[in-house]
DNA sequence: GTGAAAGCGCTAACAC
DNA sequence: GTGTTAGCGCTTTCAC
C-alpha cells in the first residue's frame, strides 16, 4: 500500500505539518525532530507523491518543450541543452514532437498547458500568430524559440538570421560567382522568412539581378533538398546556400553522388551542426554557419524559468549571434574581421 | 481566475458530478443537460485541470523515458515512434537524457517514478541489475528498451545483437579478411557484450587466431571511435566492424580524411541508423545492419502500455531482428538469402 | 437520470 | 518549535 505523510507523522509521534516542513525546509524544526522524521521515513521508504505536492501548490517543476523535429541534430542538441539547465534547476522537461505539424502542435499546446506544465518553449511551425495565441491560456508563460512572429507578445530566444546570409552572398560574390541559388526551409516560417530576405538584399546589394527561380524551399526536415538542388543546378547555378543543417548533409550526400566536387564545380554555403560528422567532414570545403545550440538551450531555459517564477518578467527578445566560418580565409586584413 | 468543474455546473445548473460524467463519458446523461453542460464549458473557457485529475485518479496518462543520448539518432528516432504510438492512446512521453551516466540515470528514475509517469521505458546505461531493481518501486510498470540484463525481472523490447555480427564476420572472412576488429560501445552494455561475444564466437568458428587487442570499445558516444580506429589499423586490421550508428559515422569520416577507401583499403561493416545521410551515402561500400528502431519505439510503447493497464500482464523479452544489407550482393543463390 | 459529498496526499495559514 | 485543519479540483460511491 501506499505510504503517505501521516504514515510518516504517526510513526515520528509529530503532525504530518512537521513532516511537511521537514522535507521541504520549508520552518524551523528542531533537529531531534527532524531525526525522528527522516528516520520513520527512511524505515517506511516514504517517497512524496509528486501528484497531489504539483495539485496542492499548482506547481508541476516541469517545463514542456515542443519541437518541429526532435530528428534534427538541431533540436536534439538544444533539447539536451535545456534539460540539462532545468534540471538545475530542479525542474522536469517534456518533450512534443510536432514533425512540422501545425495541427500536431495545436494538440500538444493545448495539452501540455492543461495543467502538465509550469511554462512553455515552444518553436512553433505555425505562421498565424493569432492561431497561436488562441491556444494559450492568457498568462500563461511562454518562450518562443528560434522561431518568432511579429507580434511581440511572447518572449523570445534566437539566432541572428540576417547578417551570416548576407555575408554569405558577399563572399561568394566576391569569389565570382554569379548565379547563387539558395534553399529555405519551410517558406511560413520566420528563419526561412529572415534568411531568405537577407538573401534577396545582398543580391541587390551587390548588383546582381534578382532571380525568383534561384530561390526554392523544401520543408525543413529529411528529403527535401535534392530536388531543390536539382532544379538550381539545372539553372546552372555556380553556387548554393543551404539554410538548415539537416538538408545541407543531403545536399552534401547528393552532391558526392552525382560526383559534384565541392568549391571546384559548385560553391556552397550552410549552416551546419556543430560537431556532427558531416560538419567535420566538410569543414575545409564550405562555408559554414555555425549556430549556438548549446547557448540557445540554456539561454531558454534561463528565459522560462524566469517567467515561471516571475510572470511579470517584461517581454523581451533575445538574439544570439551564429558564427561565420570561412572555409579558407582570404588573406586577411590586419585588424579583425567582425 | 481559474475555471472550475464547479463553475459549470453552476452555469448550467447541474451538479459537478454531472458535469464530470458529461465530460468523461463515464454514465448516461440525457442530451439536454449534456447540451447545457457543454454550452457552460464554451462560454466559461474551461479546461479540466490535469493534476487535479491524476492527482485524484492516480492516473497520470504520462510515460517517462530515460535514454542514454538523445543526439544519437538511434535514440532520436525510437523517442519520435515511441510518442507518436503513445499520443494515439492518449499518453505523454516525458524524455529524459542520461548521457550514459548511472549516478543521472538513478536521478531521473527516482524523480519519473514518484508520481510523474504512470510507467517507464528505460534504455539503462547501468551493469549492476541490482542498482537499478533497488530505484524501482515495487510494482511498478517498466520496459527495458534496447539494453536488457541477466535478470528477467522486468519486461523487454530489444534487437537481436548476436546473428548480425556473427554473419558480418563469416561475410568479412568469405571475402578474404583475416585481421578483422571490431569496435563496440560500453563494455558494461548488455548490447556490447552481446556483439563482442558474437565476434569472438564467429573468429573462432572461422578458425581465425582470436586476439584480445582486435577488440576496443568506445563509449557509445560521439568522439570515441577515432582512437580505436586508429588502433586497430595500426595493428594491420583489414576489416573493423563497428557496432553503433553514431560511431560508424565517425569511423567513415574519419578514414575519409585519412584518405583511406572503403572496401579498398579497408573493409568496414556497421550498424547504420536508417535514413541518416552516411547511410545513403556509404551505402554501397559498407555492410549495413539496419535496426527496425520504429518497431522498437511502438512495441515499447506497446508493451509499457499493456503493463500500466494491466500490471499483471506476464513479463517476456521482444526480441527484433536487424536487416542485414551486404554492401554488394555475391551471386546469390536462387532460394533466397534469409 | 441526477445530486451530495467524501476524500485523493499534500501544503500552508493560523493558532498556541 | 510544533500541531490543527482547511482546502486544491476532481472523480466516484451511494442515494434517490
Known sequence: MKVTISDVAKLAGVSTATVSHTINNTRYVSSETKDKVFAAIAQLGYTPDASARSFRT????????????????FFATMIESVETYLSGKGYHLIVANTKEDIVREETNIRLLTAGLVDGLLLASTMDNFQQLDALIPPGFPVVLVDRVFDVKKYASVCVSNFQPIYRSVCRLVGKGDRRIGIIGGLPRLSTTKERISAYQQAIVDCGLPPEETFIRYGDSMENSACGCLDDLMEQG???????????ASEAITYLHRRGVHLSKDIDLVSFVDYESDFYELYANQIDSIIQPVDALGSAAGEEILKRVENPDT???????????KPYDQPRSWNHSDR
Chains 1, 2 share one sequence.
Not at 237 to 247: E, F, K, R, S
Open 237 to 247: 547555378c555556380d553556387a548554393v546556400i543551404v539554410t538548415n543543417g539537416l538538408m
Open 314 to 324: 517584461p517581454i523581451f527578445e533575445k538574439v544570439l549571434t551564429s558564427t561565420y
Open 58 to 73: 499548482g506547481k508541476k517543476k516541469t517545463i514542456g518543450f515542443i519541437v518541429p523535429d526532435i530528428s534534427n541534430k
